[in-house]
């Protein structure tokens, strides 16, 4: 099974800045099937990110994802307000499909 | 548009099962496996295993072997999982997530969720 850790824990941000979210697997992820969601209160999680650096369907370009192997990253250029959330990583190239255990970004 | 729609919140005593449906619409229901998660109060999410519309075959995570069971049932383009023998740590909000494309996906759209708490 690979394990999925992500850091920080929480980051505490204002917006307009950079965020910058890590996620590293205990072994390497098959073709990059890395993806990345955001989770609202409340709300079921939301795919931003699949296959490492794509964006999907609707998600504004301030999302960015980059990595390969064993070390990935989400990186949001500018935070908007409704960016403050907790983000999951996910590899979906192996059984059992594991996710991290989340990234909160909260406000400064 | 692809929409998973899913069953009420549901109350359950231990030891007893519970089954959540997830409706689809808006794509060819056969064509895309299912998948199952779970997220239990103020956690992470969880895998529980996937079901492949088409032929009725499943995976299940190991931990839910021969505790769950995913089925569906096509006339209705419903998937459906059942958890048997709860326990109040399966207490949760459960999750069915539509695999994005076909093979290797990641998963899209999600349902919106179906709280279940299992108290005495």
């Known amino acids: 099974e690979i394990v999925l850790t992500q850091s920080p824990g929480t980051l505490s941000l204002s917006p307009g800045e950079r965020a910058t979210l890590s996620c590293r697997a205990s072994q390497s992820v098959s073709s990059s099937y890395l993806a990345w ?5 409340g709300q079921a999680p939301r795919l931003l990110i699949y296959g490492a650096s794509s964006r999907a369907t609707g998600i504004p370009d301030r999302f960015s994802g980059s990595g390969s192997g ?5 990186t949001i250029s500018r935070l908007e307000p ?12 192996s059984s059992p499909r594991t996710f991290g255990p989340g990234t909160k970004v909260d406000i400064k | 548009q692809v929409q998973l729609v899913q069953s009420g919140a549901e109350v ?10 997830c409706k689809a619409s808006g794509y060819t229901f056969t064509g895309y496996y299912m998948h199952w998660v779970r997220q239990a109060p103020g956690q992470g999410l969880e ?13 299940y995570a190991q931990k839910f072997q021969g505790w769950v069971t995913m089925t569906r ?6 998937a459906y999982m059942e958890l048997s023998r709860l326990r109040s740590d399966d ?7 539509r695999a994005m494309v ?19």
Do not use: H
């Not at chain 1, 969601?37 to 209160?41: D, N, S, T």
């Not at chain 2, 359950?12 to 449906?21: D, F, H, L, N, W």
């Not at chain 2, 529980?48 to 995976?59: A, D, E, L, Q």
């Not at chain 2, 076909?102 to 005495?120: A, H, N």
């Open chain 2, 73 to 78: 049932d096509t006339s209705i383009s419903t």
């Open chain 2, 47 to 59: 895998w529980m295993g996937w079901i492949n519309p088409n032929s009725g075959g499943t995976n």
């Open chain 2, 12 to 21: 359950k005593k231990p030891g007893a099962s519970v089954k959540v449906s």
């Open chain 1, 37 to 41: 969601y955001q989770q609202k209160p």
């Open chain 2, 91 to 97: 207490t949760a909000v459960y999750y069915c997530a």
């Open chain 2, 102 to 120: 076909r093979g290797v996906s990641p998963f899209d759209p999600w349902g919106q969720g179906t709280l279940v708490t299992v108290s005495s």
């Open chain 1, 70 to 74: 064993t070390d990935f990253t989400l």
């Open chain 1, 82 to 93: 409704e960016d403050f959330a907790v983000y999951y990583c996910q590899q979906y190239g």
